[in-house]
């Protein structure tokens, strides 16, 4: 398989279904560790954005190129990823 029909393959946001997993499992102010080797799409960045202001919970992404530590409703990315 190449890069891309991983990409394809994979492209099911798992980053929203782990944050899901994370909010309903651990004690609330626990820190959701996430590690994916695929870079974190725009939409899934947004969305925890978002998740990370509404519920205020911080939330580490590790992704191929970086890590993204979301808190307050902001990335450690400044959006620019």
């Known amino acids: ?28 102010g626990v820190l959701i560790r996430i590690i994916k080797n695929l870079r974190v799409c725009n939409d899934c960045h947004t969305a925890t954005n978002i998740i990370s202001k509404v519920y205020n919970r911080e939330t580490v992404v590790m992704d191929r190129n970086r890590f993204h530590h979301f808190k307050n409703g902001s990335c450690s990315c400044k959006d620019f990823w």
């Open 1 to 28: 398989m190449d890069e891309e029909e991983k990409e394809t393959a994979l492209n099911l946001h798992t980053e929203k279904l782990a944050i899901t997993f994370g909010l309903v499992s651990p004690m609330p």
